[in-house]
């Protein structure tokens, strides 16, 4: 792993990660990332989390009237429908303008393997997606009438006033929203994944290129076969003229494009944008070495929803199994007569005890009372991390050893409050039932216990990333 310094410590490099920790709440269980590797973030996504900004949600399916799914996209098995085909040509036809194919065509004929697919009426998506780049048209065309110069390019996701005025104009004549500065840059700049570069073998029979900050470049070295793959979050923007039309917010990870957020400018809606990015981001994945395109959650009952089983073909997450399940025909029949067919047979018409996560959370009932689903039964948490070793960030004050206040890492089994609660299990072995509660000595208030809040947070986050993160305590108190 990335060997990376825990914010606020000077003297530790320590190959771990940082989150703080919130509380389950309004059907949901919340966590804010300090930071997050693109490794990390691939196995939380894989086990049904997302990001909006810097705070990672997992939801409960169970409390929720409409269920939120995880899905992706093999790309190397996508095959665009007869619309995204359509809407793709249409806008490639309005940047090339009337002139552009005959006088390409005259310059740069087409082979007789190019005029068979055509007849075939076989289609290339990475030709046509590509085909209206400046950096693509065919050579001596560069000054036909009514050509538009277009420029695609994947930048890094920081701030810039360009990208506000077009989620500022976006906001407000698409939303009917109101935008700031501080919102824009909390929900779609300055990620928590952490961006780096990896060098992967060229697949078989996939092109290995594309456009990276600003410039086309060639991602393949050919004397190894192999090429530099991009890592974290970056912003996908689109320059008409010179200007900015749109931009897609991505996550680059080991798998996987995973796309955040599309905006446009509305003067461009009759172009169908949402399918010419989408299908550009699948290509992205195709040629940068990523198995599948993540669309976000897909939620049966909501209309706006639907558009996202058009790009097929599609697998979604089995909330209890973390297993990958064709959303095909069957599937949907299924989710017509009960969005929550997904949950496992043990749980299926079993009464919950807690009507809504939030009563649970005030009964301070764990996660595995609540039945959460794809939360890590704490049999099994217990026999695979050592639960007592796992490193939280805490602020000690300037007295003593520490002439001045500084964050320190410790294992949080030296915090004020660990406590060795006893945890049962149900007749199966696979549960836990509720952990001791314990009096709050600062407050007087009940609360959870706090090997139960590290407990809860590790199963939420699978064993993967529970082994080697760092929670941020901010001002814990080391026991003396």
Same mark, same amino acid.
Request: negative net charge.
């Given at each position: ?26 059907g949901?269980?919340?966590a804010?990332?300090?930071r ?13 989390w997302?990001?909006?900004?810097n705070?990672?949600? @997992? ?7 409409c269920?939120?799914?995880t ?15 359509q ?12 002139n ?45 009438e009514?050509?538009?110069k ?39 700049c ?5 961006r780096?570069?990896?060098?992967i073998a ?5 092109q ?24 974290? #979050? ?6 008409l003229?010179g ?11 080991p ?20 399918k010419?990015?989408?299908?550009r981001?699948?290509?992205?994945a ?22 996202k ?19 095909d ?12 067919v ?5 749980d299926?018409g ?16 764990s996660?595995?009372t609540?039945?959460?689903p ?12 050592n ?6 960030s ?8 520490f ?9 949080? #089994?030296?915090?004020?409050?660990w406590? #060795?609660?006893?945890?049962?299990s ?8 509720? @952990?001791?509660?314990m ?10 216990p ?30 003396s």
């Amino acid at each position: 792993m990335t060997e990376m310094t825990i914010p606020g410590i000077e003297e530790f490099r320590l190959n771990r990660q940082a989150y703080s920790y919130l509380t389950p709440y309004g059907g949901s269980y919340y966590a804010q990332a300090t930071r997050l590797t693109p490794d990390h973030y691939q196995s939380l996504i894989d086990h049904g989390w997302r990001r909006s900004g810097n705070v990672c949600y @997992l939801p409960d399916p169970v409390r929720s009237c409409c269920p939120h799914y995880t899905i992706r996209l093999s790309v190397q098995k996508f095959s665009p429908r007869k619309d995204h085909r359509q809407a793709l040509s249409r806008w490639n036809r309005q940047i090339l303008g009337p002139n552009y194919t005959h006088e390409a065509a005259k310059r740069s004929p087409k082979t007789r393997e190019q005029k068979k697919k055509q007849m075939e009426g076989l289609f290339d998506l990475l030709s046509a997606v590509h085909e209206p780049e400046v950096d693509h048209l065919v050579e001596g065309t560069e000054n036909v009438e009514g050509l538009s110069k277009y420029q695609v390019t994947l930048e890094t996701d920081e701030f810039t006033e360009e990208k506000y005025r077009l989620f500022e104009k976006y906001q407000r004549e698409v939303h009917r929203d109101e935008s700031s500065r501080s919102g824009f840059k909390r929900f779609l700049c300055s990620s928590p994944v952490t961006r780096e570069t990896r060098t992967i073998a060229v697949p078989t029979g996939r092109q290995a290129s594309g456009q990276i900050n600003g410039g086309t470049t060639s991602l393949s070295d050919q004397s190894s076969h192999h090429f530099q793959q991009k890592l974290g #979050s970056f912003h996908q923007l689109h320059r008409l003229n010179g200007e900015l039309i749109a931009m897609s917010v991505l996550d680059l990870l080991p798998h996987a494009v995973s796309a955040v957020y599309f905006i446009y400018d509305p003067e461009y809606s009759r172009f169908s944008l949402g399918k010419v990015s989408a299908l550009r981001e699948a290509t992205l994945a195709l040629e940068g070495g990523y198995d599948y395109y993540y669309m976000g959650y897909y939620i049966h009952s909501c209309a706006k929803m639907r558009y996202k089983n058009e790009y097929k073909p599609q697998e979604f997450l089995d909330w209890k199994s973390r297993e990958w399940v064709k959303l095909d025909s069957d599937a949907l029949r299924a989710f017509d007569e009960d969005e929550h067919v997904r949950m496992s047979q043990d749980d299926q018409g079993a009464p919950l005890k807690y009507p809504s996560i939030r009563e649970g959370a005030d009964a301070l009932a764990s996660l595995w009372t609540l039945r959460m689903p794809g939360i890590t039964p704490y049999k099994d948490l217990i026999q695979k991390i050592n639960l007592e070793g796992t490193l939280a960030s805490v602020k000690m004050p300037a007295e003593g050893f520490f002439k001045e206040a500084k964050s320190v890492v410790v294992p949080v #089994s030296l915090l004020k409050g660990w406590q #060795s609660a006893n945890a049962t299990s149900d007749d199966s072995g696979d549960q836990a039932e509720d @952990l001791d509660r314990m009096q709050d000595d600062e407050s007087g208030e009940d609360s959870k216990p706090l090997r139960t809040t590290v407990a809860e947070f590790c199963a939420a986050v699978g064993v993967n990333v529970a082994k080697e993160m760092v929670l941020d305590f901010g001002g814990g108190i080391v026991d003396s």
